[in-house]
């Protein structure tokens, strides 16, 4: 069973810097089966990236996603007020076939 | 606009039956997987189950097989999801998701589900 470790739990940072947060795999994935996901408090969760690097509609192009193999990346060029949430990378495997990791926590300095 | 509307959420004893209900508009159902995807209150996102496109194939967390049935209609644009056998654990906020390229590309607001005494 494959785990995903997101690292750090929680970052702080203040507005305009600049935000990387990782995400690991205990095994080799495909790329195209890792996406990232922001929530905010009360609101459900929403799709930033897919396929490990492709920004969803909408989405600003200061979030970009990177990464192959067991390693990832979101990086958030400069934090905007709204992009202090929690963030969560996604995967599609084989048992279970999809699963989440712990989440990231990006609060304000 | 793609719009997930989660309803039947509440309060039941251990035991218990729940029926949630996803009302689906802006797009075809029959056209998109769709996902079960709980979180407890403050912690993170456990997904719950998924059918295909037409129903005919359905499958489940290990957590709740053999407790959970999802099941849509396509003619209605609404996705189900029957829980029986309720535990404390399933206490939960549980959101309806449209399948996307391996991802979850729109979610619904959310039906809090409380099992308790």
């Known amino acids: 069973e494959i785990v995903l470790t997101q690292s750090p739990g929680t970052l702080s940072l203040s507005p305009g810097e600049r935000a990387t947060l990782s995400c690991r795999a205990s095994?080799?994935?495909?790329?195209?089966?890792l996406a990232w996901y922001q929530q905010k408090p009360g609101r459900a969760p929403r799709l930033l990236i897919y396929g490990a690097s492709n920004r969803a509609t909408g989405i600003p192009d200061r979030f970009s996603g990177s990464g192959s193999g067991t390693d990832f990346t979101l990086t958030i060029s400069r934090l905007e007020p709204e992009d202090f949430a929690v963030y969560y990378c996604?995967?599609?495997?084989?048992?279970?076939?999809?699963?989440f990791g712990q989440g990231t926590k990006v609060e304000i300095k | 606009e793609v719009q997930l509307v989660e309803s039947g959420g509440g309060l039941v004893q251990p035991g218990g039956s729940l029926r949630l209900s996803c009302a689906a508009s802006?797009?075809?159902?029959?056209?998109?997987?769709m996902h079960w995807v709980r979180q407890v209150p403050g912690k993170g996102l456990l997904w719950v189950s998924r059918d295909n496109n037409d129903g005919s194939s359905t499958t489940y967390a290990d957590s709740v097989q053999g407790r959970f049935t999802v099941s849509r209609d396509n003619a209605k644009n609404t996705l189900y999801l029957q829980m029986n056998n309720l535990r404390a654990e399933d206490t939960a906020v549980y959101y309806c998701?449209?399948?996307?390229?391996?991802?979850?590309?729109?979610w619904g607001q959310g039906t809090l589900v409380t099992v308790s005494s």
């Open positions: 095994q080799s994935v495909s790329s195209s089966y």
């Open positions: 998701a449209r399948g996307g390229a391996a991802s979850f590309d729109s």
């Open positions: 996604q995967l599609y495997g084989s048992s279970p076939e999809w699963m």
């Open positions: 802006g797009f075809t159902l029959r056209s998109h997987w």
